[in-house]
């Protein structure tokens, strides 16, 4: 590529702008209100350099990207043993918020979809730890993988708890099939505290390039979880973070990635690259709509195919 990067990404930005199509998520009524407008993106080098263009300042909760670090973390505190017995590792073919289980055993899918995300998010820390401790252990965790200390907007966790049944019946299912041991409504609160997390894109940029550096965070130099966490995080998200698109996104862009309903979009390409995008318009997917349309753009001229 002749372009430097900086002008590259400007450009690339410009080119993606105009696509006003999809809609924000608004079934948490707090992210009804985001500006739909917003648009931003951030690439993390390994030696640890950030780029980013647009709305780069811009604090956004983190949502379902948050689940492949909290199933990091997991496997940190747990081992793969312990971990592998709560949550498959199988793509669900179902939206984000199905009851996705295996149905002899009842074991949730995989950690990228709710309910294996709240049961995992159960698995980080120390068993006896409380509700609010726990919350704070994945707090902390985010925040090494961004390299700081990340704040949690309390309107939306407020919003996301007062409106959390479903995800509270789908806590009930996982503890009833044995999967968690905690009330549900204190496994929602830990999980929906986890989902408020804020970050921009350039977070999302480094904590990417931490698990493709084999969780080594490129700017603080800590070893924040072992480097056979990463590979399992990584094969997961490579054929489940990108729920019911994620076999057209591994052909078309072919990047280990993870989006959330608020926006925003993680790209993890093992050694290379670490990418973090921010549009808050939604396909029907869930997946950000100009997310999706810059990383496609990244993989092409780029070359960044895994493949
Ligand atoms: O539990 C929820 O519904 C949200 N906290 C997170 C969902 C999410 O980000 C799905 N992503 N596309």
Request: proline residues 6%; contains cysteine; charged residues 20%.
């Amino acid at each position: 590529m002749q372009t430097p990067i900086p002008e590259y990404l400007t450009e690339l930005l410009d080119d993606c702008a105009g696509d006003t199509s999809g809609a924000t998520a608004d079934y948490i009524p707090e992210l009804g209100e985001a500006d739909p407008n917003r648009l931003a993106l951030a690439l993390c080098t390994p030696d640890g350099t950030v780029y980013s263009v647009g709305d780069d300042s811009i604090e956004f909760t983190i949502q379902s990207i948050s689940k492949p670090f909290a199933y990091a973390l997991a496997l940190r505190d747990r081992g793969m043993e312990e971990v592998d017995e709560h949550v498959g590792v199988e793509p669900s073919g179902d939206p984000f918020n199905e009851i996705s289980v295996d149905p002899e055993s009842g074991r949730p899918r995989n950690p990228m979809i709710n309910i294996g995300a709240i049961t995992t998010h159960c698995l980080v820390g120390n068993p006896s730890l409380t509700t609010k401790a726990r919350a704070a252990v994945v707090l902390d965790g985010l925040s090494r993988f961004a390299g700081r200390t990340l704040e949690v907007d309390e309107s939306v966790h407020a919003s996301e708890y007062s409106t959390r049944y479903r995800n509270v019946a789908l806590a009930s299912m996982a503890r009833s099939n044995g999967f968690i041991d905690i009330e549900p409504d204190d496994a929602v609160w830990g999980y929906t505290m986890q989902c408020s997390a804020l970050v921009t894109v350039r977070d999302l940029s480094v904590m990417a390039m931490t698990l493709a550096l084999g969780g080594r965070n490129p700017v603080t130099g800590e070893q924040v979880v072992p480097q056979w966490v990463c590979r399992q995080v990584l094969s997961v998200m490579t054929t489940c973070g990108m729920y019911d698109a994620a076999g057209d996104w591994l052909s078309h862009v072919g990047i280990p990635a993870k989006s959330g309903v608020s926006g925003g979009l993680l790209g993890s390409l093992p050694g290379q690259v670490g990418i973090g995008a921010f549009s808050p318009r939604l396909d029907d997917f869930g997946n950000s709509v100009r997310g999706v349309q810059l990383c496609e753009r990244l993989s092409a001229d780029m070359s960044l195919h895994i493949m």
